[in-house]
Each structure stands twice: as structure tokens, then as C-alpha cells.
């Protein structure tokens, strides 16, 4: 019996055309989409699909839409064995790590994907992702399980953890990397899946989350940063948890307003979280003496999580546990192989 996988489209270039009048790129439906790759009827999987009514270019994706997609692949979790996200690249990793913290227990594969050029054009690379995605979504083991039960991204021959990955080009096919975690496969000839690399198979039903909360900021630090800016940026009302980015392994100015602002937003119980700028390599916090204020003022260092997993780890936990407390312990926890512990 065939694999079954349902495709669910939501946007992005890789189902756009290109305005006559403007030349801008506009989303089309699925069904137009379906109709430029009719290789998809010799795939040898039974393909079913759901679109968003109004397709959407990925900067335009909000929480909302998150659990969207994930209340969809919930909804048909029994009757497909793998799923095919098609979605804009510009905000991929952001999607990708939220369904892997909204689905909770998943054991089937969940497979992002989307291209460079819209499937229409001559040199699209749409082809191979669509195709390569479905087949990975399809395909199970010598016991007949899953070989990737996980969120991933599959773009230009290789397939990465969905929140470990970053885009990290505007226009080269290869747009994503996963810089602290091996690919999960690597697609040539065959499609080469690394064991050691994919999570392993999770027990227990499937539990999906569906609540976000969405007041968290992201504070890019850089030299000279203003003291005063970051502790209006902390003042916003209702603000609950800000994202560092910092320097190095997690280093930042020791500018006493700079840190009294920091403490400040402590003291009103706003969690800030230490996560690197460097695509690769991890915070260690405490390591410079640049990084020991926030050591001190339970700042939470993010290790190798990227901004993308953070953040949207941060709005999951804030969503499921209103405490502080449990946030703090939430983001040095793994959940779904976005974290290497130390
Ligand atoms: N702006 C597009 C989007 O993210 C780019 C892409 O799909 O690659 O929806």
C-alpha cells in the first residue's frame, strides 16, 4: 500500500506569479500550483492537500497562523502517515521551530519546504523541493516507522532540524544552513538519512499546543547601544520575555546604565534570555567577565538555540505556564533537539 502525505500550502514564492501589469509576485492558489508539476501523479505516494484560502507570503505569518498549521496537521494526524509544509523561505525557520514545539510527541515526519524562484519559472528549483519533500515525508524504515518523526526543512538537496535551522541567503538556492547540527539526509542520487543525527522515536500520543503568547522582544545588542533605548524597549506594557542577541559566547557592554536597565526589567519580572549572534558556537555565560552581570541577574543563557528557536520557544512556554519560573527552566530544557546541552 502506498504512503499517504498531505500537502498543506500556505504561501510563498514558490507557488507566486508574476503580476502582468506590476511584475510584482503574488501567491496562487494551490490548484494552480498543482497543475505545474505534474510529475506529482508518478510520485507513488497518495497525496491529499488543505491551503490556506488566501495564501500568504511568509512575512506576513503570525502565531496564529503557527497554530494553524498545526491544528491542521493534528486534525488529519491518523489518516496521513507524513506532511509537506509549503511556505514562503523568508520566515521558514521561525514556522519550523514553533510546530516543533507546538507538536508535542510527533512521530510522523513534518517536512517545511518552499524555493527560490516560483515553480512556474524555467530555472525553478520548486521541483526538486516539492518532490524530494514528499518523498521524504513518505518514507519509513525497515520496521515500517517514520525515518525523520521530527519538524524539518528540506531545501536545495538537504534536510535540516526545523529549529535549528537558519536562512541564511537571499538568493542562492542552498538558502538554509543548520549551523550546530548535522543535516538530517543529504539527497543525491539516493537520499542518504543520518540516523545519528534524527531524533528518535517518540512514544505516546500526539499532543498539540495551541496557545502562544506573544509578548516577547528581540534586542539585538551592538557597540554603543544606548542605555536609555534599551530600558524604553523593556518598558513596553505587558512585555514578558526579551531575547539578547549578544555578542561571542553571550558577551555584552559593561556600561553600568546599560545593566541597571537589564536589572531593571529584572525587577519587573521580565525574563531576558542570552542568545548568541554568531551563527554557530553557543553562549557560555560567566566565561568573559562581559558576560557575568547577566549571570548574576538571572539573565538565561540560550547555549546554541537560534534566535528563531528562542523566540518562538519563549512564546510556546510563556503560552502553555504564565510563571516566570517555569520559563527559566523551559528554555534550558530541550524539547524537540533545539538545544545541545553543555
Ligand atoms: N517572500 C517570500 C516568502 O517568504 C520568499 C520565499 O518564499 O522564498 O514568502
Redesign the pocket.
Known sequence: MSASVLLIYT????GMWADPRTGALRPMDLEHLEEQVPELERVGVKLGSVAFEKPI???DMRPADWVRVAGIIAAHYEQYDGFVVLH????MAYTASALSFLLEGLAKPVILT???LPIGTIRTDAKENLITAIEIAAATDEQGRSRVPEVAIYFEYRLYRGNRTVKVHAERFEAFRSPNWPPLAEAGVHIRYDPAAILPHRQGPLRVHDRLDDRVAVIRLFPGIRASWVDHALNVPDLRAAVLTTFGSGNGPTDPAFLDALRAARGRGIELLNVTQCVGGRVEQGKYVTSRAFQEMGVVPGADLTVEAAVTKAMVLLGRDHASAALARGMATPLAGELTMS
Open positions: 504561501g510563498g514564492t514558490i507570503d511568509s512575512s514562503g523561505s523568508d520566515t518552499g524555493s527560490q
